[in-house]
């Protein structure tokens, strides 16, 4: 695996068809499994990691962010990816276009003012430097998926997308760096965020989506401890809160963002009627 570091470096890979995976380190299974699916496009595989400070807010875990470079490299060495891109934080945002999304004040853009923003300029300069022919991103980033779905039709990157299921623990948690954060007891708790949402989305096949069973859903995970921030039901193309209905039909995504203590998780389900 190749070290990068800098913008000059990066113009060795020119010529070479690559898939992206953007990362802020402390890497898990998650991360990895993206990387796996990487290597099955028969691209070489570039991984960046770099911890975004555009798309964190006052009071937020910049400074704490878990950093574990050594352990980073002998993970995607097990992965066989090619290049390592480390890029000083400098020189990455020297100049950087302040991007805006449509989807900046939906779901975590809510309580996270211009989260979704700075996600974006970040990437932009990311697909501009690097020019990969594809990146891949997780599902469990539902939004931010469709963040940059919106930056490569606005700036016609010849890059395409994909995106991967997200990766989960056997208890059904979503993989997050994030979870380091969590004692085992909040772990399992955390767990029971996913469970709700399985049972929610089996009610609204059973029932229709009524307001009613969203409530209780929300009820029940508060009476776990569990701090709910959003629980809804959203268009998947436009992220718009949906109205009740006894016969839903469309692609839809049942999405949440709670904290744990001080720990913020995010979390969905994506399916179509």
Known sequence: MKIIKSNKELEVLNSKKLAFVPTMGNLHAGHLKLVSEAKKLEYEVIVSIFVNPLQFGKDEDFDSYPKTLKEDKLKLISKECDYLFLPKSEELLNGIHQETSKYNNFLCGIDRPEHFNGVAS????FLEIIQ???IIMGEKDFQQTLVIKELIIKHNFKCKLITIPTARENSGLAMS????YLTENEKMQAAKIYSTLVDTKNLIFKNGFKRKDLKNKINYLKKNNI???YFDLFDAESLESINESPRLKGDFVLATAAKIGNTRLIDNIVFSI
């Open 122 to 125: 970040i990437i932009r300069k």
């Open 227 to 229: 701090n709910v921030i």
């Open 177 to 180: 760096s994030r979870n380091n």
């Open 132 to 134: 990969p022919n594809s």
